[in-house]
C-alpha cells in the first residue's frame, strides 16, 4: 500500500490501495480393510481391501484495487463503488473449478515358501471431469515371481548365488489429468462486453448477453496405459554384488489432448478428447557392488535405461500430423505422426552452401522457383538445402524429418568412499545420442535481431574467394536473413552429455567428542552441483528440460498432455552450478 503525504490533505502522485483474499482446499478420505494370515507355514495370504474419495478446487478467490484514493482510512474504499476520487478502480471475483474422484480397490498378494509369489490388484475409479456414461474405469493388473534360488536343482550355486528372482507383471492404469473441471459441459460466459442496447435506438437501456466459452465433449474417456514386463533380480557373494534388468512394453490408448476446432467454432475453446496410441519399448538395469575392507568402504552403483517411442495413430488418417512451431523460424520444428517418435525435429536438410550463380540455379532456393540468373548471384554463400524430391527446386516437399530428441541411451553412475570418519560421494549421469534443436541459435548466429553475437559468426562465415573448409554459417550480409528464416538441420544439434552432477565431502565428529555437548551424531559436509560437463552441444544447456509441456495457442492442432515442443531449445534458464557448505547434527 502506498501511503499519501501527510503534509498535505490531496493524494499523492501515485497512489493505490489492493486487497486480495484466497482460499482453497481438497480433502482425501481412505479407508482400509486388511488381512494377512500364514498356513501351514508355507502358504502366506495378505489382502487389502479400501475406498478413497477424494474433493479438490474447493476455494474462491477475490482481489479488488483502487488508485488515487484520497484517505487509506476510508472505509468507503473497500466498496470501490463509492468514496472520491474512484477513477481506475477494479475489481474480481472468480472460482476454482471442482473436482472429485472416488475409487474402490482390492489387492491379493499370495506366497509359497517365500518361493512362488504372486500379486492381483484391481481399482475401480471415477472423475467428475468426465460425463456419466464415461466416468468411471476399471484398471487391473496381475505379477507373478519365481525365486530359482530356492529350487533344489539350485543347490550348487549356493555357495555364490545368495538369490535370484524371475518376474513378470500386466497392469492397466488410467489417467484423467485435464485441466478441465467438466470437460462434459458446454460453458457459457457473460460479461457487460456481450449486450445489447433496446431496440428503439433510444440506447437507454441494455441487456446483458451470453455467449458459449468452452465447448463439451460427452464421449471423452479414461486415458489407459496397459504394460507389460519381465524382469530378472540377483545378488552374489554375501550381497556385494547385486543387479536387475527390466524389459517393458507399455501401450497408452485414447490419448487425452484438446480438440483442434476449426475456426468455424468462433471464440470458444475446445474440449479435451481420446486421440491417438502410442507405444513405449524399452529396458531398465542395475549393477550393485559394495565391500569393505578395515576402515575403507566403499558402494558403486551403474543404472542404464533405454526406451523407442512410436506413435501408433493419430485420428483415423495414417498420414495426420501434429505439428509445433518454433520462435521467429518459418514453418513447424517439429512433427509428431504415425510411425514416428513424438515430436521429431521436421525442416529442410542444410547441405552446404551456394558457391556459385550455377549451384543457385540447379537447385532454386526456397521460394523462388522462377528465380533469373540476374537474382541468383545474391544467394551465393547462402546456405544451400537438398532438394529431396529432385525437381530442381526447393519448396515445403523438401522437409523432411531432422533429428530426435529421444536418447538411445540415458544411466548415471553413483559411487561412495568412506575411510574411518571421512565420506566422499560423486553422481555422474549421462544421455547418449538425442538431438536438440537449438532455437537460440537464430538470434546469436544471423543478422535478423541486433545484440550479443555468436563468435561463430565472426570466425566460421562463408567469405568470397576464401577458404571456407570450416565455415558453418553463410556470409556476413545484414540485409539478409534468408539462411536462418527456415526450419532445417542447422538447429539440429547431437545433445549427448556427461556430467557430474554432484560431489560431496564430508567429516563426521568423533562421538567421543561429542558426548560431552549433548550431540549424538555431527557431520560437516562440503558439495558442489553440476560443476562439469563435457559435451558437443552449443546451448546452454544439454541436460534441457522442455518447458512446453502444451502447445502453444498459435501452433494448429492443439495438444493437451502430449509434449510437441519436446527439444526444442528456446533458451531456458541452465542448470545451475551450486556450492554448499553444510552441517548435519543429531541430539
Do not use: C
Request: zero cysteines; glycine letters at 10%.
Amino acid at each position: 500500500m502506498t501511503k499519501n503525504n501527510p503534509e498535505f490533505s490531496e493524494s499523492g502522485g501515485q497512489n493505490n490501495f489492493y486487497e486480495s483474499n484466497y482460499f482453497n482446499y481438497r480433502w482425501v478420505w481412505t479407508n482400509t480393510l486388511s488381512f494377512s494370515r500364514t498356513f501351514n507355514e508355507i502358504h502366506s495370504l495378505n489382502i487389502l481391501l479400501g475406498t478413497e474419495a477424494i474433493r479438490d478446487g474447493l476455494g474462491r478467490s477475490l482481489n479488488a484495487r483502487r488508485y488515487n484514493y484520497l484517505f487509506e482510512d476510508n472505509t468507503n474504499t473497500y466498496t470501490l463503488d463509492m468514496g472520491e476520487n474512484n477513477s481506475q478502480r477494479t475489481n474480481s471475483s472468480t472460482y476454482n473449478g471442482e473436482f472429485a474422484l472416488f475409487g474402490m480397490f482390492a489387492r491379493a498378494d499370495y506366497g509359497y515358501k517365500d518361493k512362488y509369489l504372486l500379486t492381483g490388484i484391481i481399482r475401480r475409479d471415477g472423475v467428475s471431469r468426465f460425463s456419466e456414461n464415461n466416468r468411471y474405469g476399471v484398471f487391473p493388473s496381475i505379477s507373478a515371481g519365481w525365486r530359482m534360488s530356492e529350487e533344489a536343482f539350485m543347490e550348487p550355486s549356493r555357495d555364490w548365488l545368495d538369490d535370484l528372482k524371475i518376474r513378470a507383471g500386466y497392469g492397466v492404469t488410467g489417467n484423467s489429468e485435464i485441466p478441465v473441471a467438466t470437460n462434459f459441459a458446454n460453458l457459457f460466459t457473460t460479461s457487460t462486453s456481450y449486450t445489447n442496447y433496446d431496440m428503439t435506438g433510444a440506447n437507454n437501456s441494455e441487456t446483458t448477453g451470453f455467449r458459449l466459452s468452452t465447448y463439451g465433449n460427452t464421449d471423452t474417456k479414461w486415458e489407459m496405459t496397459k504394460m507389460v514386463n519381465l524382469g530378472l533380480d540377483a545378488t552374489f557373494l554375501n550381497g556385494k554384488f547385486s543387479g536387475s534388468f527390466e524389459w517393458y512394453t507399455k501401450k497408452t490408448s485414447n490419448m487425452l489432448i484438446q480438440a483442434a476446432y476449426t475456426s468455424m467454432a468462433g471464440e470458444s475453446g475446445s474440449p479435451y478428447i481420446n486421440f491417438g496410441d502410442i507405444k513405449n519399448t524399452g529396458f531398465d538395469f542395475m549393477f550393485n557392488y559394495r565391500d569393505r575392507k578395515g576402515d575403507w568402504a566403499w558402494d558403486l552403483s551403474l543404472n542404464l535405461s533405454h526406451y523407442k517411442n512410436e506413435v501408433l495413430k493419430l485420428a483415423e488418417a495414417d498420414d495426420y500430423s501434429l505439428w509445433a512451431s518454433g520462435t521467429r523460424i518459418e514453418g513447424y520444428v517439429t512433427r509428431t505422426t504415425k510411425g514416428h517418435a513424438v515430436s521429431e525435429f521436421w525442416g529442410l536438410k542444410q547441405n552446404g552452401f551456394y558457391e556459385s550463380v550455377a549451384d543457385v540455379m540447379a537447385t532454386k532456393p526456397f521460394g523462388q522457383s522462377d528465380i533469373t540468373e540476374a537474382d541468383a548471384a545474391a544467394y551465393v554463400g547462402r546456405f544451400r538445402f537438398e532438394d529431396l524430391n529432385g525437381d530442381g527446386k526447393l519448396d515445403d516437399s523438401d522437409r523432411t524429418f531432422i533429428g530426435s530428441p529421444h536418447p538411445d541411451l540415458t544411466g548415471g553412475l553413483n559411487a561412495t568412499l568412506t575411510w574411518k570418519n571421512w565420506d566422499f560421494t560423486m553422481f555422474w549421469n549421462f544421455s547418449i545420442g538425442n538431438d536438440l534443436y537449438n532455437n537460440t541459435k537464430y538470434f546469436t548466429d544471423f543478422w535478423t535481431f541486433n545484440g550479443n553475437k555468436s563468435s561463430r559468426l565472426r570466425d566460421q562465415s562463408w567469405t568470397l574467394n576464401g577458404d571456407n573448409s570450416n565455415a558453418i554459417l553463410p556470409m556476413l550480409n545484414t540485409e539478409d536473413n534468408y539462411s536462418g528464416a527456415y526450419s532445417s538441420s542447422y538447429y539440429v544439434e547431437d545433445a549427448s552429455f556427461l556430467r557430474l552432477k554432484n560431489l560431496v565431502l564430508g567429516y563426521s565428529l568423533p562421538k567421543e567428542l561429542l558426548k560431552k555437548a549433548g550431540i549424538q551424531n555431527l557431520r560437516l559436509y562440503l558439495q558442489a552441483e553440476n560443476i562439469l560437463t563435457v559435451t558437443g552441444y552449443t546451448g546452454l544447456d544439454p541436460e534441457f528440460t522442455n518447458a512446453y509441456l502444451r502447445q502453444s495457442d498459435s501452433d494448429t492442432d492443439g495438444a493437451g498432455r502430449v509434449d510437441l515442443k519436446r527439444g526444442v531449445d528456446m533458451g531456458g534458464w541452465p542448470t545451475t552450478m551450486r556450492f554448499l557448505l553444510g552441517v548435519n547434527f543429531t541430539f
